[in-house]
């Protein structure tokens, strides 16, 4: 990949000024007492050699496309200079400083067309302090670095990146100030794909903290993001601005606490724009010992793609811990949420209670018992105009699987699914599954977002909206648990159910009830997993299976093995409801296996290996992961080898990839 060169003559200027400062160290033995002599010198020194050897190799064949066949070869040497040093006086200015100059040799061919490329480089990092003793001591940085980016097991990437900084403000008096500014750029290549990231960043934060640990804390961050992301056929650009405010107060008083919090985010594009606002109030009372009740108050409102929406919501309760196994709660809650979007209009008011219970009991010297119970009732009077009504920001934790499903039928359209900072997810990111409902979106981990199981990911999409009327909400949820053998094996079992009573039949509820049944067993590195759920929904019926199996145990002295394996299989299918056909059964079956061996038979040597592969089938979005790593680090001395191949193989429904990279890195410090 072609990269920027760097100007050596601007750099030599550079060092020559900073040897050139005088300085004297005998003056300020007060400030070298408190330090490392050792690690500060006047001039530069060479840190290390290092070189870089890389080959690669892609293939990517897509059905109506000919082949992508790519290699490239990469050799980078190097060498690092280090200089820790200051300016006049420590207590003036006091730098730290790794210059990385190299050469860069790379020859890359696409389908039979080669370009070479060779140019001079200069990487490394650069800190500095001003003032440092000051209260209003000020941190400069950069740094420039090309590094392999892990996204998952199964997708990696070369990131060529370049970053720089100022942290300042006031830390002394009664509301002590920090600001950072920093700007940063990323060049990410994987499987024939280019992706281009700019990031601007101003973070504001000022904090008061008062006797009896009261604070107030206030946050202010402005990011413009941008990414362009290049491939064979396609090319998707975004740019966002974000404004983010959140001001905080914690007072403590005698019996009681009091927290509020107000949250501005407003985000900007092309072509859309969305603020949220947040504000809460919580309050708390001790009664006595184990007997408290809270008050709390939330409102909301968000406005972005053609709606807007107000929300208020209290809740008043009260928490009971009668004896240290029993713990009991009751509170009685209120909303209020009025919306419009073009053509539609939704108004509602609801109110309710909830009663919950958990108790826990030691079973003799083998186990315990676990004792779960929560049940609710609302009341909802709702007013509509229109057919259509928006659901924003409709937030999810993505699965395993990476099927996420909406939580509202009737679907109409997506209109926009960001991340968790609201970046929206470009094409290839996800897949939207319309053959079920409610709609559910299947996640990429492996797209240009990079979002992996576990992460956010949030929604804005149109639904059918129900006429006006009232309706009543019942449910409940029971659990129960109990661990044998000292806790190394335990049983559960969940029920849950929601039932609602409409003033109309025009009024189209969800019914659902949930079983849930599973074991687990953990001992001696051995961990075992099985959970059985069946859910009937009046729009839908799912039942899934899942298992999972891991164990890790040392083979010899110097080796240890360790292997995951998961297996889930989902049958989905959904009645005839509102005039809406019926859908058979549909079968999705999801298996991933990981084994993973490290040898280490010196202090200074380690072998390691990693396999895994990863199945999907369903739902038209096939798919089989496969990679395979082996890594060798041998230190001799002051020499360092790092030897490397890895293997990926991807195929989808439509498409198939395979990348085979191997890299030597071999360094010799001074």
């Not at 953990?522 to 075992?528: E, F, H, P, V, Y």
């Not at 082996?630 to 990926?648: A, I, P, R, S």
Request: with cysteine; net charge negative; charged share 20%.
């Amino acid at each position: 990949m072609k990269r920027r060169a760097i100007s050596l003559k601007y750099c030599v200027v550079l060092l020559a000024l900073m040897a050139a400062v005088p300085r004297t160290r005998a003056q300020y033995r007060d400030w070298l007492e408190q330090q490392d002599p050792s690690g500060w010198y006047a001039v530069p020194r060479m840190e290390y050699l290092r070189t870089d050897v890389e080959a690669e190799q892609e293939n990517l064949h897509s059905s109506g496309a000919p082949n992508q066949n790519t290699t490239r070869l990469y050799l980078s040497p190097r060498i690092g200079i280090g200089w820790n040093n200051y300016i006049y006086h420590p207590y003036l200015l006091t730098y730290s400083m790794l210059f990385e100059p190299g050469y860069v040799w790379q020859d890359r061919t696409s389908n039979g067309k080669g370009v070479a490329s060779d140019e001079l480089i200069l990487d490394g990092t650069f800190r500095a302090n001003v003032l440092q003793i000051k209260p209003y001591a000020t941190t400069l940085s950069y740094s420039r670095s090309r590094e392999e980016a892990k996204y998952g097991f199964f997708s990696t990437a070369t990131v060529d990146s370049q970053s720089w900084g100022a942290t300042s403000g006031y830390r002394e008096g009664p509301v002590p100030v920090e600001v950072s500014f920093g700007q940063s750029h990323e060049d990410t290549t994987d499987f024939n794909q280019n992706t281009l990231t700019d990031q601007t960043l101003l973070n504001l934060r000022a904090r008061s903290e008062r006797e009896k640990q009261n604070a107030t804390q206030l946050d202010y961050q402005f990011s413009q993001f941008d990414r362009t992301t290049k491939g064979v056929g396609y090319h998707f650009s975004s740019d966002n601005i974000y404004n983010y405010v959140s001001l905080t107060d914690m007072e403590h008083f005698e019996r009681s606490d009091l927290k509020a919090s107000a949250r501005l985010n407003a985000a900007d594009s092309k072509t859309s724009s969305s603020t949220d606002l947040n504000t809460e109030l919580n309050y708390t009372v001790e009664h006595g010992a184990g007997l408290h009740s809270y008050y709390d108050y939330s409102f909301s409102r968000f406005t972005g793609n053609n709606s807007d929406s107000f929300q208020n919501y209290g809740v008043a309760g009260i928490r009971d811990q009668l004896y240290e196994s029993l713990n009991s709660s009751f509170e009685v809650h209120g909303s209020q949420l009025n919306s419009g979007a073009p053509g539609s209009t939704f108004d509602s008011q609801s109110v309710g209670t909830t009663i919950s219970g958990d108790y826990t009991k030691r079973i003799g010297h083998w186990g315990h018992l676990y004792l779960d119970n929560s049940t609710s009732y609302n009341f909802t009077e709702q007013q509509t105009t229109g057919s259509q009504a928006q659901i924003d920001n409709e937030s999810h934790v993505v699965p395993t699987n990476g099927i996420v499903i909406l939580t509202q039928p009737r679907d109409t359209a997506v209109i926009r699914v960001t991340d968790a900072s609201s970046n929206p997810l470009q094409a290839g990111d996800y897949t939207l599954i319309q053959t079920t409902d409610p709609w559910r979106i299947q996640i990429n981990s492996l797209g240009p977002s990079h979002i992996q199981p576990g992460g956010i990911v949030l929604v804005t999409y149109t639904v059918q909206t129900n006429p006006s009327g009232s309706y009543s909400t019942f449910a409940n949820q029971s659990q129960i648990r109990v661990t044998f053998w000292r806790d190394r094996l335990g049983v559960y079992a969940r029920y849950s159910f929601s039932d609602t009573d409409a003033s109309s039949k025009a009024l189209l509820l969800q019914n659902d009830k949930l079983f849930e049944a599973g074991a687990d067993f953990n001992w001696c590195g051995l961990a075992l997993s099985a959970i059985y759920q069946d859910e009937r929904s009046t729009f839908y019926k799912n039942r899934s299976y899942n298992l999972s199996e891991s164990y890790s145990m040392n083979i010899l002295s110097h080796s240890t093995l360790g292997v995951d394996l998961n297996q889930q299989w989902n049958i989905n299918s959904s009645p005839s409801v509102d005039g809406q056909p019926a859908t058979p059964n549909q079968h999705m079956d999801f298996y991933n296996f990981m084994l993973r061996y490290e040898w280490r038979p010196l202090p200074r040597f380690t072998w390691s290996s990693q396999i895994g592969y990863q199945r999907q089938q369903g739902f038209g979005l096939d798919q089989n992961l496969f990679a395979a790593r082996t890594y060798l680090n041998w230190m001799v001395g002051k020499l360092e080898f790092h030897l490397g191949y890895q293997h990926e193989n991807q195929e989808f429904t439509h498409e198939s990839r395979n990348r085979d990279f191997a890299f030597l890195r071999a360094r010799r410090s001074f």
